[in-house]
Structure formats: C-alpha cells, structure tokens
C-alpha cells in the first residue's frame, strides 16, 4: 500500500461548483498534513497546511480525520483559476499522486 | 530573487552519460529535498539534507544517484550512467525545521531528457 493515496480525477466542474477531494494514509503516527498546488509544467506551491480542527482560507476549507487517517480538501464557489492539480503532502514530504481538478465556463 | 534556484533547467543527454544538477536552496534554510516527478505523478522522495548531513535516502534511489551539500548551503545530484527511466523533473525543495512539519518551497526544477 503506497503511502499516500489520491484519486487522480480529474475531477471536471463547471465554474461555481463545489468539489472536494480525499487523500488517504498509511502511517497512523503522521503528524503534519499539507494540500499543495502545481499548475501544468509549474513545481508546487504551499495552498495549505492541514489542522486538526480543520481551517478554512477564504474558499478552502481543509479537513483531517485521524481515526479514518484521510485528510480533505473542500473547494466552494470554484473559479477557472483554480484548474490545477492538487497535491496532498503527509509528514511533510511524502507527496500523494495528485488530484486533477479543471473548471470549465 | 531570494527563492530556490536550480541550475540547469532542461538537460539533455545521451544514455550512458553522467548528469549534475545544482540546487541552491533560500539562504535560511536548514533543510534540502530532492525529488523526481514525471508526468501525471506526484513528487517522488529521492533524498534530504539537514545542514550538510544526509538524513534520509530513498530505498527506490539506485547507487547510479548521489548527492552531496558539502558546505550545507547548495546541494548537487549527480546520475552516472544515465538511462532512459531517469527522464523525468527534478525538483528541489527547501524548508525550515518546524515542530509543525515543514513547509516546502520548491524550485523550478531541472527537466531531463535521455536519449
């Protein structure tokens, strides 16, 4: 079982859509938790870390769930400059496949 | 420009040969990644430095890799004797030690192509 786990999508959505995306691990001991972002031929960047009682950042909420070991990311009111692919990063450098996210007019 | 720079951005060479690539991370940064990615996948884990040490090296990382931090400040990754699965994007990653995990600055990576 690989170490971090993603559907790859993509997920499609029309503008204004909400969408939400599940990342899965293995280790139970893992004590940090991060969603990055990486736009087509870009290196990622930091969108968020990952709370225990969750946080939300203007649109984005992200969510840990411990007893169920996934983390979440929630994208409300989605916009086209949010079509990219998001990563989830567990104990700070294990990095998930990658959620592909497109959001169409 | 204070963020990580990598040096060269787009190699390519031929199979057999020996590749070096240069990352220097943000000047306060104690912590050094490399990673591999290539196309549809995330990032792959290859190795990290804290200062000039070597702390972590993937089991996945064959002994054609290494890479050194000599002065822990840049770091180089060298391939010797390149094959065609090397392709991919190599990215460097910097951070702070954090007690809440660190936060990753990436570089722009060194995109290698082998023929």
């Known amino acids: 079982r690989k170490e971090v786990e993603q559907d790859p999508g993509p997920f499609n959505v029309p503008e204004g859509a909400t969408v939400a995306f599940n990342c899965t691990y293995s280790n139970s001991a893992s004590q940090s938790f991060f969603w990055y972002r990486q736009d087509c031929r870009k290196e990622p960047k930091l969108l968020m870390s990952?709370?225990?009682s969750g946080n939300e950042d203007g649109r984005f909420t992200a969510q840990l769930n411990r007893a169920s070991q996934y983390i979440s990311l929630l994208i409300r009111d989605s916009k086209l400059s949010d079509s990219a692919t998001y990563l989830c990063?567990?104990?700070?450098?294990?990095f998930g496949a990658g959620t592909r996210l497109t959001v169409k007019p | 420009d204070t963020g990580v720079s990598q040096d060269p951005r787009h190699k390519i060479t031929k199979r057999g040969q020996n590749v070096t690539f240069r990352c220097d991370p943000i000047?306060?940064?104690?912590?050094l990644y490399w990673y591999r990615q290539t196309l549809g996948q995330g990032p792959e884990f290859l190795t990290y430095f804290q200062n000039e040490a070597q702390l972590e090296k993937s089991r996945l990382l064959s002994d054609r890799f290494s890479a050194e931090r000599p002065k822990g400040s840049f770091s180089t990754l060298e391939i010797q004797r390149t094959e065609q699965g090397d392709s991919a994007m190599y990215l460097c990653?910097?951070?702070?030690?954090?007690?809440?995990?660190?936060?990753?600055?990436f570089g722009s990576g060194t995109q290698l192509s082998v023929l």
């Open positions: 000047s306060e940064h104690n912590r």
């Open positions: 990653a910097s951070s702070l030690e954090a007690r809440r995990g660190e936060k990753l600055f």
């Open positions: 990952v709370y225990s």
């Open positions: 990063v567990v104990n700070g450098v294990r």
